[in-house]
């Protein structure tokens, strides 16, 4: 049963469009919600988090948007550039432990 | 530089043998993880230990061992290594925030640059 679910699972977007991708869990006890940003040969980094109290958080061009009832969260990448392109990971976690998505891998176009 | 190294980068073992992948951090945090990334699967939990001796299964704990004597080290061992563990493996540290606070809080992970594994 696989506890988060990510979508799409590839995204090609031009320079300066919008990036969305999003994501679904299952398990209401989690509580906290972090995006990671991984590129080739790296380690994922954390691109931004979300608690369940509050419905959006902005940092910059990153945006994550959550539905505590709907139980789905979801990252917007706005004006994206190419540098932008890597594999991004939602991630639910409780108690400690993180669930992973299974990715997306994002091309910003020039 | 303070963060978490992984030894080593790259390894090819064998159908059999037992190979010992090592994650070293410098933060002191009281959290550390195990995680394999393979393709379609994302990341998957292996192992993770909340403090020095204290270690826990994960979702895909089989055909691995690990231990934790010192809060810096978490070495990785497969004890007879399978072509099914062919793998990029990733450790992971995270901080226990919030102590003083009720509920306790989680905090993200800092991960290593991983060690891909080829088992023949």
């Known amino acids: 049963q696989q506890q988060v679910k990510q979508s799409p699972q590839s995204l090609i977007v031009q320079k300066g469009g919008i990036s969305i991708i999003n994501c679904a869990y299952e398990n209401t006890a989690f509580d906290y919600f972090p995006w990671y940003q991984q590129f080739p040969g790296k380690g994922p980094a954390l691109l931004i988090a979300?608690?369940?109290?509050?419905s959006e958080k902005k940092e910059g061009r990153f945006t994550i948007s959550f539905n505590k009832s709907a139980k789905q969260f979801s990252l917007h990448i706005m004006d994206s550039q190419p540098g932008d392109s890597a594999t991004y990971f939602c991630a639910a976690t409780r108690a400690g432990k993180s669930t992973f998505g299974d990715g997306t891998t994002l091309t910003v176009k020039p | 530089d303070a963060g978490i190294t992984q030894s080593p980068r790259y390894k090819i073992t064998e159908t059999g043998r037992q190979v010992t992948l090592m994650c070293h951090q410098t933060w002191s945090h009281s959290y550390m993880f195990w995680y394999r990334q393979d393709l379609g699967h994302g990341l998957r939990l292996i192992y993770y230990s909340a403090a020095a001796d204290i270690t826990d299964k994960g979702e895909v704990p089989d055909g691995y061992v690990v231990s934790r004597s010192k809060t810096e080290n978490f070495p990785l061992t497969l004890e007879s290594a399978t072509r099914s563990q062919t793998s990029v493996y990733f450790c992971?540290?995270?901080?226990?925030?919030?102590?003083?606070?009720?509920?306790?809080?989680?905090?993200?992970?800092?991960f290593g640059n991983g060690t891909r594994l080829t088992v023949t």
């Open positions: 992971a540290s995270s901080e226990l925030a919030g102590q003083s606070l009720s509920p306790v809080y989680n905090s993200p992970l800092h």
């Open positions: 979300i608690r369940p109290d509050v």
